[in-house]
């Protein structure tokens, strides 16, 4: 069966980095793409950008564009998400999802089980 | 601010007939299929409605939606208790080339 599993929680202080790891299984990993989405405590659904597992093209929101940083590793099925420079509003539960195709336009069909990322001094 | 909009919350009783709007712009909905995503209580958010209208396996058919120019609608009928959840409705939107999102509808089943 599919099942993405992301990294655990973490806490960090403004202005480092963070990177979360979403570890795929039960499918073909270069067959689809890989997505994330953010969720700050109470709010909704922010989509933070998309990566080609086949060939590592990325698109980010315009808004975290040079803070975000999205790879994957092939080798082990794996995709990950780096964000720098963090703020107290970059506090959210972080959520990897595959598209149901392999383009960034294709809805998710599978979400990790989020991973809580909190930004305080 | 959310680029589609929604109603905050909504509510039924057990049995009732639900809908939820979202409404959007000729960039997003009005050019691209809608989606929808429910998310229960401390969980990650579930497909419940691709390319408008399909459900995925496992979705039961009380759930459906709809399109209609910029706007879409998701109805929710035989309303359950398991049902009380946020929905968030979701577009492609091709400026800029982003995935764009509801603000999200609490539903209540009272």
């Known amino acids: 069966q599919v099942q993405l599993v992301q990294s655990g929680a973490e806490v960090k202080k403004p202005g480092a980095s963070v990177k979360v790891s979403c570890k795929a299984s039960g499918y073909t990993f270069t067959s689809y793409g890989i997505s994330w989405v953010r969720q700050a405590p109470g709010q909704g659904l922010e989509w933070m950008g998309w990566?080609?597992?086949?060939?590592?093209?990325?698109n980010y929101a315009r808004k975290l564009q040079g803070r975000v940083t999205m790879t994957t590793d092939t080798s082990t099925s794996t995709a990950y998400m780096e964000l720098r420079s963090l703020r107290s509003d970059d506090t959210a539960v972080y959520y990897c999802a595959r598209g149901r195709g392999s383009g960034s336009y294709s809805p998710y069909d599978y979400w990790g089980q989020g991973t809580l990322v909190t930004v305080s001094s | 601010q959310s680029v589609l909009t929604q109603p905050p919350s909504a509510s039924g009783t057990p049995g009732q007939r639900v809908t939820i709007s979202c409404s959007g712009s000729s960039s997003n909905i009005g050019g691209n299929a809608v989606t929808w995503y429910q998310q229960l209580p401390g969980t990650a958010p579930k497909l419940l409605i691709y390319s408008n209208n399909q459900r995925p396996s496992g979705v039961p058919d009380r759930f459906s939606g709809s399109k209609s120019g910029t706007s879409a609608s998701l109805a929710i009928s035989g309303l359950q208790s398991e049902d009380e959840a946020d929905y968030y409705c979701?577009?492609?939107?091709?400026?800029?080339?982003?995935?764009?999102f509801g603000g999200g509808t609490k539903l209540t089943v009272l």
């Open positions: 990566i080609s597992t086949y060939n590592g093209n990325t």
């Open positions: 979701a577009a492609w939107d091709d400026s800029p080339n982003v995935w764009v």
